[in-house]
């Protein structure tokens, strides 16, 4: 069932008008920093929307700092001019020099315009094709107009406003991560993993310690469950929240007592929110209809390995672009995604292909 052709809505034709763009990102983490870099190299006029107060958040919110590397392409780009800075080592990333480096990539592109701490809610559709974003931010909602908009945010919920059909579907599993990092001072060897013992109600739960780039730190990590019956994505985060923090505690407290290298550790920072599992999928395949949702997949491959997953083009809505993890193409989108190298790569397929769709379109 195609997606139903929507007429321009009132009260977004009242917006202020933000400005004219040939495509719009919204979402600023590594795939849809390396979409708007690709379509700024291009020759695309972009309006990049991200609503926390940096880019890449997967890096240097979450502290998704390790990598398998990336062979070619921005992200080898990106791991060559962190190396240069001390910055890469041995498939690990500084999340800060990360940060910055995405900001001066971002700058130097030359044809983006950027938001920060603005959120990309609604995208403006007029006869079954989207002309526009709606975005808010501290100065009030704002429409910005563009003949593409590609939603790179995690749940995919700019093309859920445009129509596109989606799957309301829990992936089993925990539905967010959360980190938090630690440098301890003292030297001596730490476990790969700690559980927390019985006794306590988060009894059996896991840990993972991580090295990170610099001697002494380590990168601790663990899965969080929130129920999943709860659809509403605030009351989702805020479950994930207090659950993290209340781990936190417990792992903290088994570090410092039980493991000598972490005694004289102390939390140097924590991930500013939990990342969340999509609350819906879009599925679909290159050929025709899987699950009643129609929509072509843009494959994403390259020498190190290929990954037909993480996009779509959904039928009937001309003009819009999915890059998620709520683009479930494949068994293990989200995973797939969750990796600083596939992320990117299929970033900067999708802003490449954008760019050729403005040329082939005369624009």
Sequence with gaps: MRSEKKRPDPAVESLPIYG??????????VSGIAAAVSAARGGMDVLLIEEGASLGREVSACFRIHTRGAEDGWAAEVLELLGRANAYRDGCMDASAAAIL??????EAGRIRLALKAFPHQAVCEGGRVNGAVFASKAGRMVAMAPMVLDATEEGYVAASAGAEALPAFPPGPDGEYAFLMAFVGEGDAPDEIVIPDGSPHAGAKARILRTLWPGERLVMFDVSAPQSDASNRNRRSRVELAAR????????????????FSGSAMTASAWRARLRPAVQYKGRRDGNEGGILCEAICAGGKRRSISRGAVRPHGIEGLLLASPAADIGAEAAEALADFADAALLGEKVGRLCAGMAVGAGR
Excluded: N, T, W
């Excluded at 995405?102 to 700058?107: G, P, S």
């Design 102 to 107: 995405f900001d001066r990539l971002v700058l």
């Design 246 to 261: 209340e781990l936190a505690v417990e792992f903290a407290s088994i570090l410092k007592s039980s493991i000598p290298a």
């Design 20 to 29: 004219k763009f040939d495509l719009i990102v919204a979402g600023g983490g």
